[in-house]
């Protein structure tokens, strides 16, 4: 899908159907954010302005998109600025309202963590990113020129599982609680063919994701659970951040809502169906202060070398606006520069992590609505949020 921006009104396109695909992360992203004033107003004469722009835009979309709450944050340190919002409802049947501390399913952000331990891997010696996906999975003979690398950078040409229907929706609607084992998922892509020569494009495929999780448990001999509670979740102390073993939510979260269009009251899907289905891919469950911390390691590429992390940031072109690498996607901008980072759809969640190295900035955005597509991306949002920064509006 192509993105390209008409003008400075947000368009929104709404799908009817039932999602069973994660969203894809390079082509999605909304700054909604608000905040708290400056402690230094007189240094800082823009950020009265930002706060005024992200505030009413951010009451807006609660409106316009019908989403009964959001989480939106932007942490600025270098200009002395902390955003942190928490508007709408958590629950919609009891009234509850949205906390900032409040846990929601992550959906594609996951990614990010899969590949970094996959890298990580590749960091210790045991996997080369040129290594074929054979060698560690060689029951899939027909992908034997396919690399590590470009089940990172999604230029594979691997079929994406999720959009497979009614092979995947089917079985998930009749059986919401099925526990899906990763290689179930994989083998509905695998008679599929490629959507290209390996190598040659890049199609934004959940299958890759799967595979990577797949290559880090047979190299290791232990759970991705395991694997990623060790070398990632303890060492950046993520304790809010869990790989989830059903469909229950657990402590202090949001609830999620609806898969189907125009329905009313919006039905609460938080619970209703196993993540499973995600998996490697996409079930993560987080809340904003740990994909802060999260984010900044993740672009600063404070878990691999410097060398692998040169090569993570080696993007291909996505789309017109927007490229991915090793497992992580920029979103760029009209000027030159871009963000890093992620964002994902759930079943009752959308949500998009991510961090302007150049300026210190970190952005997250958590919508507990399911059932719209934000699919136009206008990127004078964030040229406006630099423009603002830099003192130039």
Not at 118 to 124: A, E, H, K, P, R
Not at 197 to 204: D, E, L, R, T
Not at 336 to 364: A, D, M, Q, R
Request: hydrophobic content about 40%; charged content about 20%.
């Amino acid at each position: 899908m192509k993105n390209s921006i008409h003008s400075t009104t947000l368009i929104f396109i709404c799908k009817k159907k039932f999602y069973f695909t994660l969203l894809i992360p390079t082509i999605l992203f909304i700054f909604t954010l608000s905040c708290k004033e400056s402690s230094n107003p007189l240094a800082y004469p823009n950020n009265d302005k930002l706060t005024s722009f992200f505030e009413h835009l951010t009451d807006s979309l609660i409106t316009n998109l019908k989403t009964p709450g959001l989480i939106a944050a932007v942490w600025a340190p270098d200009q002395k600025l902390t955003w942190v919002k928490a508007k709408g409802k958590s629950n919609v049947a009891t009234g509850e309202l949205m906390k900032d501390d409040m846990k929601f399913r992550m959906g594609s952000v996951t990614k990010t963590f899969t590949y970094t331990v996959l890298l990580q891997l590749v960091d210790s010696g045991k996997v080369s990113l040129e290594d074929k996906i054979t060698k560690f999975l060689p029951a899939y003979t027909k992908w034997g020129n396919i690399t590590i690398r470009m089940i990172c950078n999604h230029s594979s040409g691997i079929f994406n599982y999720t959009d497979k229907s009614p092979t995947l929706a089917g079985p998930v609607k009749a059986n919401p609680m099925r526990i899906w084992q990763p290689q179930e998922l994989v083998d509905i892509a695998y008679p599929e063919p490629l959507y290209f020569i390996p190598g040659s494009a890049h199609h934004y495929s959940n299958t890759n994701t799967i595979i990577a999780g797949m290559i880090i448990e047979k190299i290791t001999g232990n759970t991705f659970t395991y694997e990623l509670k060790k070398k990632i979740l303890e060492p950046l102390k993520l304790y809010n951040t869990t790989y989830p073993a059903d469909n229950f939510m657990w402590g202090n979260y949001s609830h999620g809502y609806s898969w189907a269009e125009n329905e009313t009251p919006l039905p609460d899907v938080t619970e209703s169906f196993n993540p499973s289905y995600a998996g490697f891919s996409g079930a993560l469950i987080s809340d904003i202060y740990d994909l802060k911390t999260w984010v900044q390691a993740l672009v600063k590429g404070s878990l691999i070398s410097s060398s692998l992390q040169t090569e993570r940031l080696n993007a291909i072109s996505a789309s017109e606006i927007s490229g991915y690498g090793l497992g992580i996607a920029n979103l760029g901008t009209t000027n030159g520069k871009k963000i890093w980072g992620h964002s994902g759809t759930i079943f009752g969640f959308k949500t998009l992590v991510y961090y302007w190295p150049e300026k210190n900035i970190t952005f997250i955005l958590m919508f507990n609505n399911a059932s719209f597509d934000p699919t136009m991306i206008l990127v004078e949002f964030f040229d406006k949020t630099m423009k603002f920064i830099e003192g130039r509006l």
